[in-house]
């Protein structure tokens, strides 16, 4: 699984993305189950993520943070990036962001489209 540990950070809130191929929802699943045998990632406050299967069905989940896994989800459409789950992590700093909220999940999930390897090239978009 690729990762960057630290992409921004807001107002003493903390994120960082994750990713790895996977084809379905239990391939996804058992790639967060990784992800989170890490006590610092178990701990966080959130772990949004989506995958976009390659048959066509959009895979999210928020965590929590109503909204982020929409936001990723629509990213990896723009990307045209299939069978990829990207992980959006979030460690709550103790001030509530409103919309920004939605910003640093863009930061991340376009620090993640620049960053991996084996992805096709193609430069982020901003949603």
């Not at 992980?87 to 962001?97: M, N, P, S």
Request: glycine share 8%; with cysteine.
């Amino acid at each position: 699984m690729f990762q960057i540990a630290h992409v921004v950070s807001d107002r003493g809130s903390k994120y960082a993305v994750s990713g790895a191929p996977a084809r379905s929802k239990s391939e996804a699943l058992a790639l967060i189950k990784v992800l989170k045998r890490n006590k610092r990632f178990a701990k966080a406050t959130h772990n949004t993520w989506a995958l976009l299967c390659s048959d066509g069905s959009p895979i999210k989940n928020d965590d929590g943070e109503s909204g982020a896994g929409a936001i990723i989800l629509r990213m990896l459409e723009r990307a045209d990036l299939m069978d990829h789950l990207i992980v959006v992590t979030r460690w709550y700093g103790g001030t509530h962001l409103g919309g920004d909220r939605f910003r640093r999940v863009q930061d991340c999930v376009n620090a993640y489209l620049s960053e991996a390897p084996d992805l096709p090239s193609k430069a982020p978009e901003q949603t």
